[in-house]
T-cell receptor, first 113, second 112 residues
C-alpha cells in the first residue's frame, strides 16, 4: 500500500502562534494531495487540497506546501486558535487503479490558550 | 441536515452476530466509500462503489460485504462480527473526479 506518514504524531502550540504539520509521501506518481481536519466525535472535514503541478496553495488562514523533490507536504495554520485543536490527516491520490485516496496516520494538534 | 448520514452512531454487538451499518447521502455523488479508522492507523479503505452496479474491494475487505441499494445508499455488513472489527467506521462520497471526499459522522462499533 501507500506510505503516507507524518513526522510528528502530536503537536502543541500556543494560541496565536503559527502551526506547521508535516507529511511525507512515498509515491512519486501521486498527483493530488489533500488535508483533512477531524474533531473529536466527528468525521474528517476538508481543509485544503493541492495538485502536483503546484507548489503552494493558500486558503483562509491555511497554506499547503508541496515539495515534490523530497516528497513532502506541509500544512501551515496561521494564528492558531483553540478551535483548531483536532487531528489532521494528509492523503494522496495516485494515478493508478481506482484513483483512491490513501491517508496518513494523523497528527494531533493541541492549542494551548 | 447532514449531507452524508450514517446509522447507527454507536453499536455494541457480540462475536458472531451479523450487523449492518447504513449510509445515505444527499450530495448526488456517484461514488461512495466505506473506511475504517483505528487508533494510530489512520483511515483504511474497506469497499468502494463508483455507481449502483459497481462494487470494488479496498485494502481491508476480508470479513465485510457491501450493498449499493441506490445511488444514495451504501451499506456495510459484517456477516459474523469478531472483536478485531471493533473500530470507528466512516462512509464517504465523492464526485467522479474522486478527489475531495465528504465524510459522515461515523459509526463506533464495538464487538465483544
Amino acid at each position: 500500500g501507500e506510505s503516507v506518514g507524518l513526522h510528528l504524531p502530536t503537536l502543541s502550540v500556543q494560541e496565536g502562534d503559527n502551526s506547521i504539520i508535516n507529511c511525507a509521501y512515498s509515491n512519486s506518481a501521486s498527483d493530488y494531495f489533500i488535508w483533512y481536519k477531524q474533531e473529536s466525535g466527528k468525521g474528517p472535514q476538508f481543509i485544503i487540497d493541492i495538485r502536483s503541478n503546484m507548489d503552494k496553495r493558500q486558503g483562509q488562514r491555511v497554506t499547503v506546501l508541496l515539495n515534490k523533490t523530497v516528497k513532502h507536504l506541509s500544512l501551515q495554520i496561521a494564528a492558531t486558535q483553540p478551535g483548531d485543536s483536532a487531528v489532521y490527516f494528509c492523503a494522496e491520490r495516485t494515478q493508478t487503479g481506482a484513483n483512491n485516496l490513501f491517508f496518513g496516520t494523523g497528527t494531533r494538534l493541541t492549542v494551548i490558550p | 441536515d447532514a449531507d452524508v448520514t450514517q446509522t447507527p452512531r454507536n453499536r455494541i454487538t457480540k462475536t458472531g452476530k451479523r450487523i449492518m451499518l447504513e449510509c445515505s447521502q444527499t450530495k448526488g455523488h456517484d461514488r461512495m466509500y466505506w473506511y475504517r479508522q483505528d487508533p494510530g492507523l489512520g483511515l483504511r479503505l474497506i469497499y468502494y462503489s463508483f455507481d449502483v452496479k459497481d462494487i470494488n474491494k479496498g485494502e481491508i475487505s476480508d470479513g465485510y460485504s457491501v450493498s449499493r441499494q441506490a445511488q444514495a445508499k451504501f451499506s456495510l455488513s459484517l456477516e459474523s462480527a469478531i472483536p478485531n472489527q471493533t473500530a470507528l467506521y466512516f462512509c464517504a462520497t465523492s464526485d467522479s473526479r474522486a478527489e475531495k471526499l465528504f465524510f459522515g459522522s461515523g459509526t463506533q462499533l464495538s464487538v465483544l
